[in-house]
């Protein structure tokens, strides 16, 4: 049986910008940050990895990005028109906040909680912002495990498929969308990236989202996240200079981020192992972690 109903919960804060967090325990267990991606609660991190990673003594530690769930909101609002045409033509972007920012914040959760080394874990944009954590602050990181992420700049030739990249940029442009709205682009877009069919439209589902909605009710962080992405530049450079034993887990068919990234991130990172996934598209089903939970056990007991 998982612990993860026994958990603590605050903020820590960088530089003004409070960050809310939700450590799982137990204190004695082995600390691992795990960063999640664009627009996701620390909610929306699968109970079934929380509690494979209680039971097996570690400790998780999972928190809200900046402009997500209970931390801190920004509020500009991005030009779509103009920032796509930068985007299309790879014209420099500004944004509010960047994905280092980001980084900093999982810092100072850290030492927020008194620890001075964690295991790293990313999914997604939290698998970018994980990067950046691992390559500058290479004494904090006892290993990284690099889930469904890049390290390049997402580009016309290098994007989400076109139903996923609509959808996100439906999600973007209408930050309000009623109720039933929301629970039809969530069915709609795990649909599309969860694992082949996968019943997503469900009583639970439906009352899950709707939890989530409750718990943070102002989605316009998504677009500024996205912006934040954009506007970063590639980490081909950085990423080679990870220390830490990485472990990079990546779905053979991921239509957000393509494979090709797992590839180019394993050529780059010293002594990285690559886990390719064939069921696994760009989320961790039950299924799928027990498709990876023996390397990942190993990698971080072999870390410890």
């Known amino acids: 049986m998982g612990r993860s109903a026994e958990y603590s919960e605050g903020f820590a804060k960088n530089d003004g910008v409070k960050i ?9 267990g082995d600390p691992i940050l795990m960063v999640h991606g664009l627009g996701a609660q620390l909610v929306h991190w699968p109970l079934h990895l929380i509690n494979f990673l209680q039971e097996h003594n570690f400790r998780p530690i999972t928190y809200d990005n900046r402009d997500v769930g209970l ?33 900093e914040d999982g810092i100072k959760l850290l030492e927020t909680l008194n620890i001075n080394k964690a295991h790293i874990l990313g999914t997604s944009m939290g698998g970018m912002i994980a990067q950046i954590i691992s390559a500058q602050y290479p004494k ?4 990284f495990t690099l889930i469904a992420s890049t390290a390049s700049t997402p580009s016309p030739l290098n994007a989400p498929t076109k139903p996923v990249r609509d959808l996100m940029m ?3 442009k209408n930050p309000n ?62 990423i080679q200079k990870i220390k830490a034993p990485t472990l990079i887990i990546h779905g053979k068919d991921d239509p957000m981020i393509r494979l090709k990234n797992a590839y180019k991130m394993h050529r780059l990172i010293p002594h990285s192992k690559l886990k390719i996934i064939k069921e696994m598209r760009h ?21 410890s």
């Open 20 to 28: 809310f967090y939700r450590d799982y325990g137990p204190k004695e």
């Open 170 to 172: 439906e999600r973007s």
């Open 71 to 103: 931390s801190s909101r920004f509020s500009g609002t991005p030009s779509f028109i103009l920032d796509y045409i930068k985007y299309f033509f790879r014209m420099p972007i500004n944004s509010e906040y960047t994905i280092d920012d980001m980084a």
């Open 283 to 303: 989320l961790i089903e039950p299924e799928i972690l027990l498709r990876f939970k023996d390397d990942l056990l190993e990698h971080l007991r072999l870390a």
């Open 140 to 143: 904090k990181v006892k290993s």
């Open 177 to 238: 969308a009623s109720v039933e709205e929301v629970i039809k682009r969530e069915i709609q877009m795990v649909s599309l990236i969860g694992m082949e069919g996968r019943v997503v439209d469900t009583p639970e589902f439906r009352k899950e989202t709707i939890q989530n909605l409750n718990r943070s009710q102002d989605g316009s962080g998504y677009a500024r996240q996205l912006l934040a992405i954009l506007a970063s530049k590639d980490r081909l450079r950085k």
